[in-house]
């Protein structure tokens, strides 16, 4: 049987709409299985419905198709044998105005072939019944997202307990009810936030339970450990083009497998006697908090952050600190989520990814602060801007820089924006003094929103709208600010020779 091309709703139980007293449905044929669910209700009349199912429909039919001498032979028995092929999940047969009793014939085949066949009575339509699958999918649909919402936050709740890691894990497992483990890299044998294993003993030296430094919930048996821990090492990193995260089945057992963003090789590994719709939303937002606690564990960032920002207060200089926060220079990136607003998950979830605890969540964007030798990549679900490398002593240039690329990168529409990717040859034939000191006089009549108006304009080839998108103003407004600029500089802005030099100006007089 194919594997059928669900959507992205929760399954309706066959039991359920069979309980529904406005419909009357009575099932006649099949099993009578308490787990068999639909994914939707579709009408067809055609004698061989099989290109037309995707699987786990509901077939309603009202016998239009069958012809009068169908009991006689195989009709039915290739009429339900295509249904079952195809996936459908149950077959509705509606009396009225064509038959008056679901033919015997039918009903014999759904027994041998074991579809589920329901009696739907001549005063329920089908559009009815297919209002009612759809009723339920919804009242499904809004407890699934109550009860996502809910494991959202205990989780964030257990983060912030004496030891989070395991605190976590026990809330992840209780909400799968399954089992939940956190993977150490290859030859782990310290376990998270200072504590001893589980597990101690000669079946811990196993290769797979090695690196299991924390667990909770229902403990599986050896063929389902052995079988995560071998789906934890396929998305554990080990170079370009490593999954994320994996799934697969052993012994009736759904596992899942996610890798860590702290980069440090840390896997979540879940297995769980069934799977449903909000598991790996749950298991996600899950793997996100241990990418955040296993980053501070293993690097011990989280007091170096503290001590950090302390020495920050008390006035010491940014390069004073940064190398608290690790050697090297530093990207600062700017990014914009593509559903407003933002969430503290969502914000975090975007620092693991790429690879920084250092998160900043304002109320439209969030600034992350990455080593640079971790090369953003663009994120689903967000626009990004990134600056130029930069030391401690320049962060602040950095911000502007990740600022101003995220404003183009929404311009165009373009999900990242790297800071300087195109450098004008012009700059290696002045001095920085000499090229700063004409930025200033030529610059020097422009207050401050005027220059960074007429930098994003010349930038952006002078779009009118584009300029407007990056700057949140309306195209009226920049025709007058570019107007009053062309007024104050006494110049043609139409003159191509005009822009190259006030473009020069404006890249230098930023530094």
Known sequence: MPDPAVPPTPPVALSALLAREDLGLRQIAGPRDTNTVIHWAHTSEMADPYPYLLGGELLLSAGVHIPEAAGSGTYFDDYVSRIVAAGGAALGFGLAPVHDTVPRALVEACDTYELPLLEVPPQTTFSGVARAVWQLMAQARHAELRRVTEAQQSLAAAAS?????????????????????????????????????????????????????????????????????????????????????????????????????????????????????????????????????????????????????????????????????????????????????????????????????????????????????????????????????????????????????????????????????????????????????????????????LAETLRTWLSLHGSWDRTAVALAVHRNTVRQRIARCAALLGTDLDDPDVRMELWFALRHGER
């Open 161 to 449: 307990r004496p030891d989070p890691v395991r605190a976590v894990l026990r809330q992840l497992a209780q909400r799968i009810g399954g089992w939940a483990v956190l993977y150490g890299p290859e030859g782990a044998e310290s376990a998270s936030a200072g504590r001893a294993p589980d597990r101690q003993g000669p079946e811990a030296a196993s290769a797979g339970r090695a690196a299991e430094i924390a667990a909770a919930g229902r403990e599986p048996g050896d063929v389902v450990r052995g079988a995560l821990a071998g789906l934890a090492a396929v998305v554990r990193p080990s170079g370009p083009g490593t999954p994320t995260s994996a799934t697969d089945t052993a012994a009736g057992t759904h596992l899942a497998a996610y890798a860590l963003g702290a980069g440090q090789g840390f896997v979540l590994g879940v297995a769980a006697p069934h799977r449903d719709t909000g598991d790996h939303t749950i298991a996600s937002v899950a793997a996100v908090l241990l990418s955040l606690l296993t980053g501070e564990h293993q690097s011990g960032s989280g007091a170096a952050r503290s001590s950090a920002l302390l020495r920050l207060l008390l006035g010491a200089e940014p390069e004073a600190v940064a190398p608290l926060l690790g050697s090297g220079g530093w990207l600062v990136v700017h990014g914009s989520p593509d559903a407003q607003p933002c969430d503290p998950v969502a914000a975090a979830a975007l620092g693991a990814a790429l690879g920084s605890p250092l998160v900043d969540l304002a109320r439209d964007v969030v600034r992350v602060l990455v080593p640079a030798d971790r090369e953003p990549a663009p994120q689903p679900g967000w626009t990004l801007g990134v600056s130029a490398p930069a030391t401690a002593r320049d962060w602040p240039v950095a911000d502007t820089q990740a600022a101003r690329a995220l404003s183009r990168a929404r311009a165009t529409r373009t999900p990242l924006h790297r800071h300087g990717t195109h450098r004008p040859a012009l700059t290696d034939l002045l001095s920085p003094g000499e090229a700063e000191a004409h930025a200033r006089a030529l610059l020097a009549p422009l207050t401050p929103p």
